[in-house]
């Protein structure tokens, strides 16, 4: 881990103002929704739910975030699945109660309602961007009776600057994952296929149908993703921000976790390292060493090797 968290001051630790959000951001596939989730856990953390993505204009429905910590059993199975291990369940539909039940998601309409794009490109001023949006963080603290806002949104990787402009006591915390593991997992992912990449401007199908390397686009969207985040976090105070690695949190996740949430402003919470140790952490990145064919891997690692190096990661 490599932090501003703390700076000396004598024998005295001075900390981040604990007022502001938590905004994760990193490439997509990077272990960001099994972080966010792990500190969702923790009941003094606020979150976005699927019921404040579906009524982001109604912040009251956040009280029933209230809910998911009531029957953690519950809780345990519908945010990790039944094996709990796994952040994030695709390729199967989910039941109508898993569905309804209280879950901290990534929550774009919640910016959207606020006139933020993707792009940051909208109707409203973004200083009206940045009232509403404070606006509807601090309901959604009021309603579901937590201190601290965890936000992990992909699209805020390229809205860093902004959110450090209407947050100044935010901190970002980078989580970083080997791009070859990454390349290989967008590929196996439901959503990537179709979806709209931002720096082409269209979808991987769109890509591949005009003849491109789907290997060469799955890793070049790790770079992209790496120097988006890299240039945003020019903008922001060291002492508020923080550079985690996926493998660190696997390795030593409660360690990991409990430094991460001293850095958010949360308090160690007994019950919160508890059921931590109900979870499993299996390290995932072990997928493409056995399965990413040789000549996929070299082409991944082509277009990856500069920042694979900086990294650490390649020799």
Not at 92 to 104: F, G, K, Q, T, V
Not at 197 to 225: F, S
Not at 227 to 256: C, N
Request: with cysteine; aromatic share 10%; hydrophobic share 40%.
């Amino acid at each position: 881990m490599r932090s501003g968290q703390t700076v000396k001051e004598g024998e005295r630790l001075v900390r981040p103002d604990p007022s502001g959000p938590l905004f994760i951001v990193g490439a997509p596939r990077s272990g960001t929704s099994l972080l966010y989730k792990l500190l969702c856990l923790h009941p003094k953390a606020v979150w976005i739910s699927n019921w404040s993505r579906r009524l982001p204009g109604v912040p009251a429905v956040a009280g029933l975030n209230r809910v998911a910590p009531r029957f953690p059993a519950t809780r345990r199975s519908v945010w990790f699945g039944s094996d709990a291990a796994n952040a994030y369940v695709y390729g199967r539909r989910r039941a109508l109660w898993e569905r309804l039940y209280p879950m901290p998601v990534e929550g774009e309409p919640v910016y959207q309602h606020c006139g933020i794009g993707e792009s940051l490109a909208g109707g409203r001023s973004q200083d009206d961007q940045a009232a509403c949006l404070r606006r509807a963080c601090s309901g959604l603290r009021r309603w579901s009776g937590g201190d601290v806002l965890i936000s992990k949104r992909i699209a805020n990787n390229q809205r860093i600057p902004f959110l450090s402009a209407a947050f100044p006591t935010a901190r970002f915390l980078h989580l970083i994952r080997d791009g070859r593991a990454v390349a290989y997992s967008l590929t196996r992912v439901d959503w990537w296929e179709d979806g709209v990449v931002w720096w082409y401007g269209d979808t991987p199908r769109r890509w591949r149908d005009q003849g491109g390397d789907p290997w060469e686009l799955a890793a070049t969207h790790w770079v992209r993703e790496l120097a988006s985040v890299v240039e945003g976090l020019g903008a922001v105070a060291p002492e508020r921000q923080l550079e985690l690695r996926y493998e660190e949190l696997v390795d030593e996740p409660i360690a990991v976790l409990r430094h991460v949430a001293g850095f958010a402003g949360l308090a160690d919470d007994p019950e919160w390292v508890a059921e931590l140790g109900r979870l499993r952490y299996p390290n995932r990145n072990e997928a493409w060493r056995e399965r990413l064919a040789p000549a996929a891997r070299e082409r991944v690692e082509a277009v990856q090797r500069e920042e694979l190096l900086r990294l650490g990661l390649a020799r």
